[in-house]
């Protein structure tokens, strides 16, 4: 089962090669998926390239492969492959550099009573009701929407790679921790950052900005760690689902000719 990270499309199950190659472990074999409608631009077709992330040197190759513009999805890393369109952009926020607008202050102040925590990548059936209810309030004709809690568990367990959950709660003062759960980031680890693999909040709570307040944190938490960047996947120029992916700045996206910095300030 390939699945994605928070507004991006699955790579689909029937794209896959329709019997178990075998290979090594340590050479990656590269397989292309069939066209299908593009989730992002309406009348445009997509196709993704993939391969296996299994084995001892699955976070090696992970870091490479997202340098090279590849997402992590359970134990497949793809990136698109469309004839004539280059529309998705891989992008990293620089954390160094990163200094939130008025709205996002706006917003951290909002969600001053949420605490996050990191933790092993454990699922449980409190992360799943709001996954749940998240996906039948935002993307209930997506690709996702037939994940049973089984699905759930293997999108979070699925992982040969450094892979961490966040959690966010709803706390009174003096309860860290303790609280009411809201939101949920699964992110993976890198050698230069965080990767925002998956994310997804209660749907009542949506004007806090929860999408926004993630990423603000997972901005935070990779300058605590002393990482350079925040991987958030891909950003579509015309498309509403990724367009706030481009607020974050400065950041660098994945052009032809290599990673280049917008958002000079």
Known sequence: MLRAGRGESPVARQSQPSAVTQHSRDTPQFYLTAPSPCPY????EERKVFTHLVGERAPELNNILTHGGFRRSQSI?????CEGCRSCVSVRVLTGEFRPTRSMRRIMKRNADVSSEMRLA???????AIFRAYLDSRHRDGGMADMTVLDYAMMVEDSHVETRIVEYRRVEPGQPNQGELIAVALTDVLGDGLSMVYSFFEPDEAARSLGTFMVLDHIARAQRLGLAYVYLGYWVRGSGKMDYKSRFLPQERLLPEGW????LR
């Not at 631009?41 to 445009?44: E, F, H, S, V, Y």
């Not at 890393?77 to 492959?81: G, H």
């Open 77 to 81: 890393a793809y990136r698109p492959a």
């Open 41 to 44: 631009l309406a009348g445009k």
């Open 260 to 263: 280049a910095k917008v958002g």
């Open 122 to 128: 454990t699922p449980t059936s409190e992360q799943y």
